[in-house]
C-alpha cells in the first residue's frame, strides 16, 4: 500500500462518507442512513482515494464491496472518527459551560445535614459554578439581593419571588440508642413525661403543638433547652434525651432512631424561592434546576437510610 499522507487541507468529511459507505454497503443505503446526498457520497469517496491512490471500493450492480485497502484503514478511519466526535462534544461543552457564583439561603439544620451531599454533587456536576452556602432562617434576604436561592421551610408570599414547592418535610420524636437503652422506649405520647425531653428555650412551638394533642407541658418540662437549632439536633444526636426533629436529619445521626409514629406532627414545607429577575441569569438557572431535582431525591434517599 503506498504510502499517502494526507495534509494539511485534508477533508475530514471524507472518512466520515467513507464509513458511512462501508457500513451501508451501497451509496444508496449510506445516503439514507446519513442523511447526505448520494452524489456528495460518491465524490467523498472518489477524493479520498484520488489522496490515497488507491481504489477503496468495487461497484457492483447491487453496490460497493470494498478492497483490501478499505478494509486495511478501516479501523484507523473509525478511530479517527470517533476522536472527531469527542473533539465536537468537548468544544460544545466548552460553549455551554456554565460559570460564575451563586449564593444559597437556607435554614441552619438544612444547611448543616440536608444540603451539603447535594451542593457536592451540583460541584461534580458544575464544577465552574462556585457556591456560598448561607445559613440563616430569614426571607428578607432574597429581597434584599444577599441571596440569589433560598430554600425554606415555609411558603414565600412576596410576589417578587418565583417559589416552588419540593416536599413536605416530617417531623418526628427521635433518640439515640444509648439514650433508650439507659432510660427505656416510649411506648405512647404520654410516656413522654417520664423521659428527659429536649425542648427549644425561648420558641414555644413544641409546646403549643403537644398542647393541641392534650398533654399541656410546661417549659420546665425539658431538662435540656436551646434554639439553636444546629445544637439542638447534636444533643439528640449525643444521647442527651428524647427531641423533635427532622426527619432526614436522622440519616447523618447514626444510632438515633424515630419513636412513637403515631404523634400527629405537623410536617414542614420545603420550598425552593428565587428572586423573579434572577431567575433569567443562566448560571442561577443551572442552580436552580439542579436543586429543583436533586432535593427531592436526596429528601426520599435519607427516608430509605
Not at 424561592?273 to 436552580?288: C, D, P, S, T
Not at 434546576?289 to 430509605?304: I, N
Request: proline share 6%.
Amino acid at each position: 500500500m503506498p504510502n499517502a499522507a494526507l495534509g494539511p487541507s485534508f477533508d475530514w468529511r471524507l472518512v466520515r462518507s467513507f464509513l458511512a459507505v462501508l457500513d451501508a454497503g451501497s451509496l444508496t443505503g449510506a445516503a439514507r442512513s446519513s442523511g447526505a446526498h448520494q452524489p456528495t457520497l460518491s465524490r467523498h469517496v472518489a477524493e479520498l482515494e484520488a489522496q490515497l491512490g488507491l481504489p477503496l471500493f468495487e461497484r457492483t450492480g447491487r453496490g460497493v464491496t470494498p478492497t483490501a485497502a478499505a478494509l486495511a484503514i478501516a479501523e484507523a478511519a473509525r478511530q479517527m472518527e470517533a476522536g472527531a466526535d469527542r473533539l465536537a462534544l468537548q468544544l460544545a461543552r466548552r460553549r455551554e459551560a456554565t460559570t460564575g457564583s451563586v449564593r444559597i439561603s437556607t435554614s441552619h439544620v438544612a444547611a448543616a445535614w440536608l444540603l451539603p451531599p447535594v451542593l457536592a454533587a451540583l460541584q461534580q456536576a458544575e464544577p465552574g459554578i462556585q457556591l456560598e452556602l448561607v445559613g440563616s432562617n430569614a426571607l428578607s434576604n432574597l429581597l434584599r439581593r444577599e441571596a440569589d436561592i433560598a430554600v425554606r421551610m415555609l411558603r414565600p408570599t412576596q410576589g417578587s419571588l418565583v417559589a416552588r414547592k419540593l416536599a413536605d418535610l416530617p417531623i418526628v420524636a427521635a433518640a439515640h440508642s444509648s439514650y433508650l437503652q439507659r432510660h427505656g422506649t416510649p411506648r405512647r405520647p404520654q410516656d413522654l413525661l417520664q423521659h428527659r425531653l429536649i425542648g427549644f428555650d425561648r420558641d414555644t412551638s413544641i409546646q403549643r403543638g403537644f398542647a393541641r394533642q392534650g398533654l399541656p407541658l410546661s417549659r420546665e418540662s425539658f431538662a435540656l433547652r436551646t434554639d439553636d437549632q444546629v445544637a439542638y439536633g447534636q444533643l439528640v444526636a449525643s444521647g442527651a434525651g428524647i427531641g423533635f426533629v427532622t426527619a432526614y436529619c436522622l440519616a447523618s445521626w447514626p444510632g438515633v432512631r424515630a419513636l412513637l409514629p403515631m404523634l400527629q406532627i405537623p410536617p414542614l414545607p420545603c420550598w425552593l424561592a428565587v428572586h423573579r429577575e434572577i431567575r433569567g441569569n443562566k448560571v442561577v438557572k443551572r442552580v436552580y434546576d439542579f436543586l429543583a431535582e436533586a432535593l427531592p431525591r436526596e429528601l426520599q434517599r435519607s427516608a430509605l437510610t
